[in-house]
């Protein structure tokens, strides 16, 4: 009896100081926040490149989240035939294709890799691992990724390290003193000085066309030419080459040279080719595609997936997990909540509306959502998202948890309400077993439910907070 009073005190004082904290949180982000019904919805938007090429726009994660981790959201769109220069962030960052195609090369182990990518695919890019994005495709590339500030200087909303560089962007490079580069490049001052000067377009360059930028293009065929798996014979043969043409006094002089920069700052940044020899030939990790992978829940109203770190490895490092729903026009997912995650979602088609309920039961957001929104969901708390009448309503998204997510649904046919019910929850409701049972078998679907068959259900009978008061 003394250990249920302690437990039960012990509880209360959880409860208590929960709230608390809970309170003052959601209150200072309730007077920040111009829209309070807006709370729940990513709103701070902040430009973080744009040039004739592309641009990249995050939405920045509300901080303070009593000691749960948060997501930003990232938007990144480059034209047709276009390099998002080499660079390393302090965040790991997963992307995901929605449209185009693109190459993304990254250093794995040492080792300089590409992969091609398609629509759907879901990569990972872990922190401080230098990469570079190319859309070689005519048409344009569209891409969403979360961006982990975790491990972040906590500078900005995160931070790029350009590799490549020269006045726009500037590279890391050129913050060292002249002789230091002189000596670790092995090269004169002339020489560097036409590598770290020549760039002045800005993060996403156009390559390969009439506007192309000579030094990035030059640096992507390298990139073509040498295969990357046989860059140590390629860059025997360009040396025996170099060799030959030094002799020639002729533009391609200039050519030879910027192709040499390049080599060596490759070789210079991303690692030592005997390291890379005895790191032995392990394959860096393959890509997941999201719109590839089989429902883990459908019925008529819609589907959901989920893609985690037993489905794509590389997810488990970074604790983030991804999945994909569509609800059919008039559907909802059933009330919910994340025991485990918090979760964000974009919606990438039609329109719905989504409800978030505050731990004390009261409504913390009811807005409509429209394709482009983002939103997230603070991890325990109640929520479920409705398609409107007329369209469906897809979204996307990620969590913070790259273990099954498990959801915990509230309502519907397998849900907490069905295998909570007996005395306990009546007299929790101060109802009779009877009515109880009647009620929380009323509903024959799971997960996904249909909002349209009851008249109940339709949007004047169903005030935000009208149950709570
Ligand atoms: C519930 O909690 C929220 C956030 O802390 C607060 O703004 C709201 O006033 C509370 N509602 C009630 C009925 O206590
Ligand atoms: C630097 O370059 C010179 C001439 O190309 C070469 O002889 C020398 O071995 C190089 N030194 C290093 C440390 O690579
Ligand atoms: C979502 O479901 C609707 C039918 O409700 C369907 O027309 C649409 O193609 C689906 N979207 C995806 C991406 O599967």
Same mark, same amino acid.
Not at 9 to 15: K, T
Not at 79 to 99: A, G, K, N
Not at 164 to 180: K, M, Q, W
């Given at each position: ?246 002799? $020639? ?219 709570? $008061?």
């Amino acid at each position: 009896m003394g250990s249920r009073v302690s437990l039960l005190i012990l509880f209360l004082v959880l409860c208590h100081s929960l709230s608390v904290t809970m309170g003052r949180f959601w209150r200072k982000e309730v007077e920040e926040r111009e829209d309070p019904d807006k709370l729940f919805l990513m709103l701070k938007s902040k430009r973080v490149a744009k040039t004739d090429a592309g641009e990249m726009r995050v939405l920045e994660s509300y901080g303070g989240r009593v000691s749960e981790r948060s997501l930003h959201i990232g938007f990144i769109t480059m034209e047709p035939r276009s390099l998002f220069v080499p660079q390393y962030l302090d965040s790991t960052m997963i992307i995901f294709l929605r449209s185009g195609e693109a190459k993304v090369g990254f250093i794995y182990r040492d080792r300089l890799a590409e992969r091609h990518l398609k629509m759907g695919d879901v990569y990972q890019i872990p922190a401080g691992s230098a990469f570079y994005l190319v859309n070689m495709e005519d048409q344009k590339l569209d891409i969403i990724c979360s961006i982990d500030p975790s491990e972040s200087l906590g500078v900005d909303i995160f931070q790029s390290f350009y590799i490549g560089g020269g006045a726009h962007p500037a590279s890391v490079l050129s913050g060292f003193e002249p002789e230091i580069l002189e000596a670790a490049f092995n090269a004169s001052g002339a020489e560097l000085r036409k590598l770290f000067t020549r760039q002045y377009e800005g993060p996403i360059v156009h390559v390969g066309d009439s506007h192309a930028t000579s030094i990035w293009t030059k640096f992507l065929e390298l990139k073509e030419e040498d295969k990357l798996e046989h860059m140590r014979e390629m860059m025997q043969e360009e040396e025996e080459e170099d060799e030959v043409e030094e002799e $020639e006094e002729s533009g391609e002089e200039e050519e030879q040279q910027t192709r040499w920069s390049w080599r060596k700052l490759l070789e210079t940044v991303f690692g030592d080719e005997a390291v890379r020899r005895e790191k032995g030939t392990r394959r860096p990790p393959r890509s997941c595609n999201l719109y590839e992978r089989k429902p883990d829940f459908e019925n008529r109203y819609g589907w959901s997936v989920a893609i985690d770190g037993s489905h794509y490895f590389p997810l488990k490092r970074s604790g983030v997990g991804l999945y994909h729903v569509n609800l059919s026009a008039g559907s909802m997912m059933a009330p919910h909540m994340n025991p485990r995650a918090t979760e964000y979602g974009i919606v990438l088609k039609g329109t719905g509306r989504i409800q978030i309920v505050f731990p004390n039961g009261s409504n913390a957001m009811d807005a409509e959502i429209k394709e482009g929104d983002v939103f997230f969901i603070p991890r325990y708390f109640a929520f479920c998202q409705m398609a409107s009448r007329g369209q469906p309503l897809e979204f996307f998204g990620f969590t913070t948890s790259a273990q099954r997510n498990r959801p915990q649904f509230l309502v519907g046919a397998t849900s907490l309400m069905r295998t909570m019910l007996g005395p306990e929850l009546a007299a929790a409701f101060g109802v009779t077993q009877e009515t109880m049972r009647r009620v929380a078998n009323a509903q024959h679907e799971a997960l996904i439910l249909p909002i349209t068959s009851s008249s109940s259900a339709s949007h004047s009978h169903f005030p935000s907070a009208s149950y709570s $008061e």
